[in-house]
């Protein structure tokens, strides 16, 4: 890590909740899970959230990102145990490949409920937040391709679940309509800042 790269939020919370972490990922490999499969049964949780929030019921499918988004807290970690720290090449993929469709599925879900309910504009802030939490990881895997780190920008994917969790917990569809347009603003505007970070370090 670089010495004058600031520590990114999502890498304190991994530093924050390690023990909590490595303790539940030890337990998920003891009763026969596998990293991967832990990954695919987090993203299929994300099938629920998606009819809960097409359906209105708000809170539930609230609940339910708390309880599935943290399954990609343990994969990783659970991969690295079985690895001796070095993970698999395969399982990053399959990982940030099933983030991309679980993002797209709860913001789906509220993109049907708008629509359904006639809320064209807020539909469209739907489209942005996707396009928005798209570009980011696309950004910086890009980025990454030329080896520059592209741990940067004010909202990545935990900053975007918190905003969007928080909206959804309080069950009104203002609320989470408002945690729409907060994480299409500042996810584009994070994929811009990646964006103007490679303009500044690459020919």
């Known amino acids: 890590m670089s010495e004058n790269r600031k520590i990114t939020f999502t890498e304190k919370c991994r530093k924050w909740?390690?023990?909590?972490?490595?303790?539940?990922?030890?337990?998920?490999?003891?009763?026969?899970l596998t990293a991967n499969a832990v990954t695919i049964l987090g993203c299929l949780g994300h099938v629920g959230a998606c009819w809960l929030a097409y359906k209105?019921?708000?809170?539930?499918?609230?609940?339910?990102?708390?309880?599935?988004?943290?399954?990609?807290?343990?994969?990783?970690?659970?991969?690295?145990?079985?690895?001796?720290?070095?993970?698999?090449?395969?399982?990053?993929?399959?990982?940030?490949?099933?983030?991309?469709?679980?993002e797209f599925l709860i913001f789906g879900g509220i993109l049907l409920y708008n629509a359904a309910h006639g809320q064209i504009i807020w539909a469209a802030v739907c489209i942005a937040a996707m396009m928005g939490s798209s570009l980011v990881p696309y950004t910086r895997a890009k980025g990454e391709i030329?080896?520059?780190d592209m741990r940067l920008?004010?909202?990545?994917?935990?900053?975007?679940?918190?905003?969007?969790?928080?909206?959804?917990l309080i069950g009104l569809p203002l609320?989470?309509?408002?945690?729409?347009?907060?994480i299409a603003v500042f996810a584009n505007i994070t994929a811009v800042q990646r964006l103007l970070h490679m303009k500044k370090n690459l020919d």
């Open 175 to 182: 609320s989470v309509n408002i945690a729409m347009v907060i």
């Open 153 to 168: 920008g004010i909202m990545s994917r935990l900053e975007r679940y918190i905003v969007l969790v928080a909206g959804l």
């Open 56 to 102: 209105g019921m708000f809170t539930w499918a609230g609940v339910l990102l708390i309880v599935f988004a943290v399954f990609d807290f343990f994969d990783g970690t659970m991969s690295r145990m079985v690895t001796n720290g070095k993970g698999t090449r395969f399982g990053a993929v399959l990982d940030s490949t099933t983030d991309r469709y679980a």
């Open 146 to 148: 030329y080896g520059l």
């Open 17 to 32: 909740f390690k023990g909590f972490g490595d303790s539940a990922a030890s337990f998920l490999l003891k009763i026969g």
